[in-house]
């Protein structure tokens, strides 16, 4: 039997497949997650968004070399894919030599997007940046550090 034949009883449940999988990364399920974004990725090969989905939870694990080369992936085959670059600008957002490099993605973004929705999550992630990136004066990984006694 062949592959295509094989899964074309599943096909029209692709983007369930999708979208339960981006719920199971928020749900901290990765095994799930995995799964769900191997399902529609065998279901369409050619199709990019399970790798965004695995960018996403890559990115959500704060992996965040991983979510880069994920998301940079998908932009080679579809350079204009504002899922994939919202999520880029969001990665290097957070990379310490990156921070203004991301900061560009998310405005160049907002100003060219059409769907309201995509402004507002660049708009929303470039404040974050802004305040809890570039202007804190701690980073999270200091605070995990053992306090020196004086």
């Known amino acids: 039997m062949d592959k295509q034949k094989k899964h074309t009883e599943y096909n029209n449940d692709y983007f369930l497949f999708l979208e339960a999988g981006f719920v199971a990364v928020n ?26 989905g695995y960018g996403y939870m890559h990115m959500c ?35 310490p030599n990156k921070v203004s490099e991301g900061e560009k993605i998310l405005e160049s973004l907002e100003k060219v997007t059409k769907d309201e929705d995509m402004k507002k999550l660049a708009h929303m992630s470039k404040d974050f940046i802004d305040t809890h990136i570039k202007k804190s004066s701690t980073s999270p990984m200091d605070l995990a550090k053992p306090k020196k006694k004086k």
């Open 27 to 52: 749900r901290l399920d990765e095994d799930s997650a995995l799964k769900l974004f191997m399902a529609a990725q065998i279901l369409r090969p050619d199709n990019v968004f399970p790798k965004i």
């Open 61 to 95: 694990k704060l992996e965040l070399k991983q979510a880069e080369e994920m998301f940079s992936s998908v932009l080679k085959v579809e350079p204009n894919n504002e899922l994939a670059l919202s999520f880029l600008g969001i990665t290097k957002g957070f990379m």
